[in-house]
């Protein structure tokens, strides 16, 4: 076993990581390759109105950073500010309205392929 794998905390500058394409706009992901795959911790830059998604297994918290706008949750239209915080289970269809910097905590870590669109 390697002193990584003996390790049991992982550390990151979430501002280090290049930031990819997602459904709601720009995102840094971390912890993502995880062997535990736990949680994983991801940054996201929305800045137009972000694709509706669901996940089949992943349950999300999101907390609102920056800006205002809406979230929209099973249809159901819902004003978010800086501290606004929502738990989104799996099969909730979801997206965020308006320009935002959230803080999402995918548990467990984020999968690819656990994000549906209809």
Partial sequence: MTETEKRQ???VNINDLEPVECPCGMTRRAFTEDPDRIASLHVVDITE???THYHKIMTEIYYVLEGSGQMELDGQLVDVVPGSTLLIKPGCRHRAIGNLKILNVPVP???PDDE???
């Fill in 9 to 11: 905390f992982s550390m």
């Fill in 49 to 51: 109105d972000a694709q």
């Fill in 109 to 111: 870590a984020f999968d």
């Fill in 116 to 118: 549906w669109f209809d």
